[in-house]
């Protein structure tokens, strides 16, 4: 009876678990919800679901914080960003007093602006040549 009192107590444990998060494969490194994984990088629509990290920052494909999104945490480094996001970055919204480094090219390269907060819309953010950021992003540093 203990045994299967065991049992159950565990199922409830890992249900109560499992229905904290989108369906699918689970969540990034040690379970963190919103963290990709370095070696993820295919967009999933469940992506637009997970919390928001408590310092770091999100990315939209549409502003003022819409459309489809990507969030990692202060520390993180991606020299490519995942699924089709590359070129399509439209507003960013920080947490935790995260900044973002953002660079026009992958691997770091190609110029960049390093945003001290969140930025609604990267067309209010020049880039050179009487350009913007926005939809021009293809790698970022957030710290």
Partial sequence: ???????????????????????GPPPGPQGDPWAYGPNNNVWR??????????????????????????????GDRLPALPGNFGGNISSVQTFGGAQVRLFNDRNFRNGSVTLRGTVPDLRSVPFRGGHTWNNRVSSIMVF
């Fill in 1 to 23: 009876m203990k045994r299967l009192f065991a049992v159950l107590a565990l199922f409830f444990a890992v249900a109560a678990v499992a229905q904290n998060y989108p369906p």
């Fill in 45 to 74: 629509p469940d992506w637009n679901q997970r919390p928001n990290p408590r310092r770091g920052a999100c990315f939209f494909t549409t502003a003022p914080f819409r459309g489809n999104r990507f969030c990692v945490r202060a």
